[in-house]
């Protein structure tokens, strides 16, 4: 349900990691009222997985709690993850099939800072054309240390 009292924000996110895995950066574009943040990290030694889920992460920190949101991203693994295979690793305890589950820590974070939200999540062809997603593509890409 839409809560015309919260907030409302627009993000966008990425991540990148050069070679994978390797030196990585992630990257959020935040969008509110016309208003442009622009938010970045590293990590030395990650995987593109991972920071594709920092940057959303990151992204839900640096605004305020119960924000409406919709975060457009261009990882079909955290889009599906958190729309599709989210429960059943959560009915799982936070397993797979196969055993141990990946990036368990930060989907478990994840699943924290949406329960402090109304997200709603979008996927978009990376270098699709759209400028955010590419200015959170160039961000993220320039963060991965060579």
């Given at each position: 349900?839409?809560?015309?009292?919260?907030?409302?924000?627009?993000?966008?996110?990425?991540?990148?990691?050069?070679?994978?895995?390797?030196?990585?950066?992630?990257?959020?574009?935040?969008?509110?009222?016309?208003?442009?943040?622009?938010?970045?990290?590293?990590?030395?030694?990650?995987?593109?997985?991972?920071?594709?889920?920092?940057?959303?992460?990151?992204?839900?920190?640096?605004?305020?709690?119960?924000?409406q949101?919709?975060?457009?991203?261009?990882?079909?693994?955290?889009?599906?993850?958190?729309?599709?295979?989210?429960?059943?690793w959560?009915?799982?305890?936070?397993?797979?099939?196969?055993?141990?589950?990946?990036?368990?820590?930060?989907?478990?974070?994840?699943?924290r800072?949406?329960?402090?939200?109304?997200?709603?999540?979008?996927?978009?062809?990376?270098?699709?054309?759209?400028?955010?997603?590419?200015?959170?593509?160039?961000?993220?890409?320039?963060?991965?240390?060579?």
């Amino acid at each position: 349900m839409i809560n015309e009292n919260r907030p409302e924000f627009v993000i966008y996110t990425d991540g990148a990691c050069d070679p994978n895995p390797g030196p990585g950066g992630w990257a959020a574009v935040i969008l509110k009222d016309g208003g442009v943040r622009e938010i970045s990290g590293h990590d030395d030694h990650t995987t593109n997985n991972r920071m594709e889920i920092t940057a959303a992460i990151r992204a839900l920190e640096a605004i305020p709690q119960y924000s409406q949101v919709i975060i457009y991203t261009d990882s079909q693994y955290l889009q599906r993850g958190i729309e599709e295979w989210l429960p059943v690793w959560q009915e799982k305890g936070w397993k797979r099939k196969g055993g141990k589950l990946a990036n368990a820590d930060l989907w478990q974070e994840l699943v924290r800072l949406i329960q402090k939200n109304h997200v709603r999540w979008q996927w978009i062809r990376g270098h699709g054309g759209y400028f955010y997603n590419e200015r959170a593509d160039f961000l993220a890409q320039s963060r991965c240390l060579r």
